[in-house]
């Protein structure tokens, strides 16, 4: 499969669907690039959609991490949602549950950004 990102709106909340087997470089290039574009105007609260994402790599944790600290630069909010056992199982690991901002559902994170 490869790798997609596509920036869904939901009224002044960004879903951004991830697919594909990580997030590279190019992809997390994409995602920043677009985050700054909507922070102009003024929408700053993003949903990170691992639905068709079933494992994550360390590189792919930094990069969560890296758009997680960017957006709250910008003074925004971001929930992750769709996380699979063994994602969820990752995070509770290296306790990053504990960080980030978790959803059960994509209507659950949205019902948080209002």
Known sequence: MNQKVSFL???QVIEIKLEGKGIDEEMFAI???QIKEYENSLIIKFIINLESMP???STDLNYLIKSFTLIRNLGGELYIVNISDKINHV???T???TVL????SLKNALEHLK
């Open 95 to 97: 306790k990053l549950n």
């Open 31 to 33: 995602i920043s690039k």
């Open 55 to 57: 494992l994550l790599t």
């Open 91 to 93: 995070l509770l690991l």
């Open 101 to 104: 901002n978790i959803a059960t």
């Open 9 to 11: 709106p939901h009224g």
